[in-house]
């Protein structure tokens, strides 16, 4: 039940879509989807980075496994953007690197934000510990609002993923998503 097994990794991926109706979880390695996992001292098989949404209107929308994965956001609208790394090993690492871009324009006047918002998820273990064999983070976004006298022309959230096991194996493609208004 805790050995890492190849068949363990393609269960994993039937059950990630579920992972998005579990959020929020008790913490980023505790999800009831994600199973304990003893690291081997050999692991050459790399982990996968996921990419999702979840709304507050509809639940799970869209989750991929490198994207790119795409949604508007409504105006009273609420979603998660979150980013799942899964290996059979044990997921070691997830880095999210997240750009966010708000217009804000007050005639022919208009001001742009751009906060970066990078995102490090790890776990302690080394080889023959028992580890969790997934990591996730995200971030709730709403329709922002500018500052007074301004109106919002345009809003992107944009990630992307990366997972890193034990052995140092990094996901060969990053995972990226996008939300956006309009």
Known sequence: ???ATRTGTMRATRWLPALALAIPCLGFTECPYFSPVVVPAVDTTAPTAYVGIWTSAGGYEALSPYGPVDRSIGPNEQVLAFAVASDAGGAQALRITADEYLVCCRGDICQ???????????????TGATVSNGIWNGRWIARP???????????AYRWSAVATDFRGNTSPRSASGAIHYP
């Open 112 to 126: 742009v934000v751009n906060p970066g918002l990078p995102m490090t998820e790890t776990q302690p273990g080394s």
């Open 145 to 155: 609002t500018c500052p007074a006298g301004y109106t919002l022309q345009s809003y």
């Open 1 to 3: 039940m805790y050995g």
